[in-house]
């Protein structure tokens, strides 16, 4: 069963989830939740205004606020409430359009219901009108969208996934030392974007979401590929926490690798949360981001202690190292701590879609040779940019690895490389448990 009531399938929709919903005393309205008692026409104002924005879930047979002593869930008619809802959205939308309906009886026999309505957006005509305006929704309630964000909705198209926003990241840096040369072997950076809800709008990070976070990234598998990537070059490792510039809308949460050799950090992981600055009203949307940073240094510690030979990166460790970094950034518990923080449901932390990796020096060179054979004249690669393919649920282990070889195998192929396919196969076969 999904934790999730915005992606639970119709028969997981029971009442008792929906009042457990409610009887959370922070469940409030959010960007993507709306409580209503009843029909009215502001309801479906709020179905246009999520269709206009990230879509959402209102539960119609339930107060919108908590009181003390009093039922919050109290159910509805509900087929006489769908056909009101109906009837309104295609009198007052232009276009007519219709959310999905659900219907969630109470476990009694007073015939009462609550009415789940679902509003896909990408489902939704863009923009969709309720008396000649675009509404939109920002921060739990309805605004309307002004002429800018009225041009940009009519641009826009149906997109696959919950959230329809960029999912780009900006490529990382490499650093420079005082005499211009870089510092890192290769900084490999993903992300996402997310949309705000009311309360992570406006709070400051509190110093228990931070901790939070930081504590279900180091119980993810993370931190040991990034151990295993730094292949015995370390003393000892210090886990994520909050490390050089955090602010009350800013996060930096960073594992390190430490040695005693010149090279004091062969292998860090940074990750950054920057929540939007908010001054007074605002007519667009806001948007969060989270950035994940790899930064590599073993090459170089390998050099600052004179190895015999040049340190060369093995194919299955960076393979351990990316399915790792995606298996963290979507699992359950990031996932709940990521949308604790922005006020939003789990169902709209998107997937990361994008890899950037940069190096200091050809990838051909930092990949050790063995199963690999250069091709001649195919020109030079230090990195590039890695997209995710959109139909891979990357939840799912499999799909998950799939993707993390087709990243290796654009990586080869890039480089001017033949033979990752083979030597990423013959892994694949290694590591996986017989039947």
Known sequence: MTNSLFAASAADLTIERIRALAARPDQLESLTLEFKREYSLSLVKTIAAMANTYGGMILVGVNDRAEP???????????????????????????????????????????????????????????????????IRLSGQNSTADRDRLLKLAREEPSAGVLPM??????????????????????????????????GAWRPLSERSVSALAQALNDSVFPSTLRTLADGT?????????LG????????????????????????????????????PTSTALTATIVIDVIVRVRRFADSIEAAEAYRYSVPNLADLLEGLLQAVVGPKVVTEIARITDIDTALVSQPRELHLVADRQVKDLLHP?????????????????????????????????????????LGLD?????????VESYRVATTPPA
């Not at 594992?255 to 004091?264: L, N």
């Open 69 to 135: 002593g009093a039922e919050r869930v109290v159910g509805v008619d509900a087929q006489q409430t769908i056909d009101k809802i109906a009837s309104t959205c295609s009198e007052k939308l232009d276009p007519p359009w219709e959310p999905t309906f659900f219907t969630v009886p109470f476990d009694d026999d007073s015939g009462r219901s609550v009415v789940v309505i679902r509003v896909d957006p990408n489902a939704a005509p863009r923009p969709l009108l309720i008396d000649l305006k675009a509404p």
């Open 166 to 199: 960029g999912q780009h990241v900006m490529a990382p840096r490499l650093n420079q030392d005082s005499e211009g040369l870089a510092t890192e072997d290769f900084i490999l950076r993903t992300g996402i974007n997310l949309p705000m809800g009311e309360a």
């Open 234 to 242: 370390f003393d000892r490792s210090e886990s994520f926490r909050p």
């Open 245 to 280: 510039h955090n602010r009350s809308r800013t996060a930096r949460l960073v594992f390190q690798t430490i040695s005693r050799a010149p090279v004091t950090n062969p292998v860090e992981a940074v990750v950054t949360v920057n929540l939007p600055e908010v001054y007074g």
């Open 370 to 410: 063995i199963g690999l054979q250069e091709i001649p004249d195919a020109g030079a690669s230090s990195g590039g940019i890695f997209r995710a393919n959109p139909a891979l649920d990357l939840r799912i282990a499999a799909e998950r690895q799939e993707q993390v070889d087709d990243w290796l195998r654009q």
């Open 415 to 423: 480089a001017g490389l033949t033979g990752m396919e083979r030597l």
